[in-house]
């Protein structure tokens, strides 16, 4: 079974326009969560989410190329512009044949969708643009790169909520060892802070008003975040043949249901999801290091995972390292697993946990080690990464340092 690697990081979020924005405010847990300003909150009780600032799309793509590419697209072709390019790739030939994407995202063209919902019913237009339908399917992400970039391999979206990104690199994972291909673009885009889908989530009653405090005693709900991250992967072989640099490798997936309820998370679901993923890596329990938590500062779901954590690692639990980067870069949803992924992957590279923000004081209910409000220098030779989503959709990843 092929061993598989990554080559080559890219993302844009709340953080930053690139990996290298990322990774410094993430290590430095600089939150990119503030005020709202892409519509008027007035009347909303959820004012803050974690935008992409300083965002000029004119400035990134032809005008006439924005007639077909949705916010949550463009930040798909940004982020894995930017990864291929770090990998040192360019597909033609018979590499453009074995290259995979896949890509994920948990609703695709929402900016799109809303609008022209609002040109119908509000404005009363009887004809929309004709593009409208190929800029909003939740598969004109993934078209969009593999257009972009040349690639003819297999490509497709992944759509299962908060785990689409991690369901995206899980397939590509599985086609790489598999042989179907021998490079994969993978990860996940997001863009709905809009008008409507904020107001939607208002009526979930899980949305903080003011910021993400995952685990903490104080927590009230998860901030809404948007960006895309992607990540190349390849079988090491491949790398290895064209003296690529590597990151890390891709040891362990998880996958699993809780088959339980749309909206309630099951600690045993999620305690499955993180056993395959051990067992899947061929590693102990008390091999991982650090875990990059799902940790969305619900009520609900903090103790749930801690507790999912406790059944799968028994008394080892209590010399983990757990952090949730949601507290910094937002709940960014379809594309939660991809930045969670970079940041797993940073913390390998840079032996050091992200950490925990806007942590203040411990909840009972929540009694692992958190590294709250300061990154930590720590050795790091496995890391797992958690993505647990509405409906019960699991995905784990475990990330290993490739030194051989």
Known sequence: MSRIVITGMGCISSLGHTCKDFSSKLMKGVSGIGPITLFDTTGFRVKVAAE?????????????????????AQFAL????????????E??????????????TGIGGQTTQELNYFKVYT???????????????PSAGASWISMDLGITGPAFATTSACSSAGHAIGMSMLML??????????????ALITYGTIKAWEGLRVMSNDTCRPFSLQRNGMVIGEGAGTIVLETLDHARARGAA????????????????????????????????LSDAGLAPESIAYINAHGTGTPQNDPTETRAIRQVFGSHADKLVVSSTKSIHGHTLGAASALEAIATVLA?????????????????????????????????????????????????????RCND
């Open 52 to 72: 992409v600032k300083d965002y000029d799309e004119l400035r990134l793509f032809p005008e006439k190329q924005l007639s077909k590419l949705d916010r949550y």
């Open 78 to 89: 940004i982020a894995s512009r930017e990864a291929v390019a770090d990998a040192g790739l």
């Open 91 to 104: 597909f033609s030939g018979p590499l453009a044949e074995r290259t995979a994407v896949v890509h994920g």
């Open 123 to 137: 404005q009363g237009m009887k004809r929309l643009h004709p593009f409208t339908v190929p800029k909003l399917i």
């Open 177 to 190: 060892r598999s042989g179907i291909a021998d490079v994969a673009v993978t990860g996940g885009s997001e």
């Open 246 to 277: 590597i990151y890390g490798e891709v040891t362990g997936l998880g996958m699993s249901s809780d088959a339980h309820d749309m909206l309630q998370p099951l600690d045993k679901g999620a305690a499955a999801a993180m056993q395959a993923a």
């Open 348 to 400: 390998l590279n840079e032996q050091k946990a992200p950490p925990t923000a806007n942590f203040q004081d411990p909840d009972p209910q929540c009694d692992l080690d958190y590294v709250p409000n300061t990154a930590r220098p720590m050795p790091i030779t496995h890391a797992m990464s958690n993505s647990f989503a509405f409906g019960g959709l699991n995905t784990v990843l475990v990330f290993s």
